[in-house]
């Protein structure tokens, strides 16, 4: 008998533009390995509610997101592309996790910690119960492999010792998920400060690059971005901000082996002005695919639907099985 080809499920929030860490760290990933997997990946409208959003531009950003995923390469006959909230089993999943899920692990999650503030009183109880949502995704699935960017790993790790407890408890139900997080790209900093991580909703504009951005703007960015003292061009634990420009040549253009030689004695600003080069050569495309998806907005509602069908023909089924084996189901016979 074939062997089942191995599942990979991954999601993104639905934030407006995403930037190059989203794309070095995830998308890419999601696109290159398209082929070799049966793949799911998740606009996760539920989650992006766990902090204050204005409905309409919610959904202006999330159909933004999925006219960028299929910019950057997914491919809706090789991926289910869907919506998280078209899909009513991932809220009963998680309400029903919740049960499994300890207090303590989800307090112990740093993302809370970091999207919190300290103003634990007043965030929605949604964005403390955030993490137990991401599990019913990945696990409502059989997801065997999970690409995403290293902030993710605790979460990852959440959903296998989740899945493993319900398990125990249950019986055998859910695939244990293993994470795929690559040794490059799976954190790339801020431009601005290289000790925090790329993010939308942490720094200015200029602290990441947008895969809306002119050429002229990410050349502006690219000159712009902070570096280290002294002028020699190394990826070392003490220059941080030009270990993450390397870091971002390498996975453009995987040259990065010869960098070091090629900068040799020309400091930072050669450096930069071809590391403008590479991104603005690497974003076009994505960003010129997009304006022709956005004019177009039948393609991606139509992917969109269909891909919430075929992701509920596979959560429904997993649901009466889960709901069984619970004690949830056999009492109203109709
Ligand atoms: P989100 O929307 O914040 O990010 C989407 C993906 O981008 C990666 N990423 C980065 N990678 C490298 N460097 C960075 N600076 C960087 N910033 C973001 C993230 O690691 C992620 O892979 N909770 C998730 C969404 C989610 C999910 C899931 C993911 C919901 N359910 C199930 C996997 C499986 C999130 O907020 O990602």
Same mark, same amino acid.
């Given at each position: 008998m074939?062997?089942r ?8 929030q ?16 999601w696109? +290159?390995?398209?082929?070799?997997y ?10 992006? /509610? ?5 409905p ?13 995923? /299929? ?7 090789a ?15 998680c ?5 499994? +899920?300890?207090?303590?692990? /989800? ?18 109880a ?5 993490p ?10 059989d997801?065997?492999?999970? #690409? ?29 998920p ?15 400060? #290289? ?8 720094g200015?504009?200029?602290?990441y ?30 220059? #941080? +901000? ?6 971002i ?14 900068? +040799? ?7 930069k002005?071809?590391?403008a080069?590479?991104v ?18 039948d ?20 649901m009466?099985?889960?709901r ?11």
């Amino acid at each position: 008998m074939a062997e089942r080809r191995k599942r990979v499920f991954s999601g993104i929030q639905p934030s407006g533009v995403s930037h190059i860490g989203n794309y070095l760290g995830a998308i890419r990933n999601w696109v +290159a390995q398209q082929e070799s997997y049966d793949n799911i990946f998740c606009i996760v409208n539920l989650h992006a /509610l766990t902090l204050p959003t204005e409905p309409a531009s919610l959904h202006a950003n999330t159909i933004t997101m999925a006219n960028t995923l /299929l910019a950057a390469g997914i491919d809706p006959q090789a991926s289910i592309l869907f919506v998280q909230g078209d899909v009513r089993e991932h809220s009963e999943l998680c309400w029903l996790l919740n049960s499994v +899920a300890t207090f303590g692990e /989800l307090r112990r999650m740093t993302q809370f910690k970091d999207k919190s503030g300290g103003a634990e009183e007043s965030v929605s109880a949604a964005l403390f119960d955030y993490p137990v949502l991401q599990v019913a995704d990945i696990i409502l699935y059989d997801a065997d492999l999970v #690409p995403v960017g290293e902030d993710q790993r605790q979460h990852i790790e959440l959903a296998r010792d989740v899945a493993q407890r319900f398990n125990r408890r249950y019986g055998d139900t859910f695939v244990v998920p293993a994470p795929d997080i690559k040794a490059n790209g799976a954190r790339i900093m801020s431009l601005e400060d #290289p000790t925090k991580k790329m993010s939308k909703s942490a720094g200015s504009t200029g602290s990441y690059i947008a895969l809306t951005d002119t050429d002229s703007e990410i050349t502006k960015k690219v000159k712009r971005a902070v570096t280290d003292s002294g002028s020699e061009v190394k990826a070392t634990p003490d220059k #941080p +901000a030009l270990t993450n420009l390397l870091g971002i040549y390498s996975l453009l253009s995987n040259t990065v082996s010869r960098s070091r030689v090629r900068y +040799a004695g020309k400091g930072y600003g050669a450096l930069k002005t071809d590391l403008a080069t590479i991104v603005v050569d690497a974003i076009r495309p994505i960003r010129e695919k997009l304006l022709e998806y956005e004019a177009n907005p039948d393609y991606a509602a139509s992917v969109l639907a269909e891909g919430a069908e075929r992701a509920r023909s596979l959560a429904t089924p997993k649901m009466e099985i889960v709901r069984e084996r619970m004690g949830l189901t056999g009492h109203a016979i109709r």
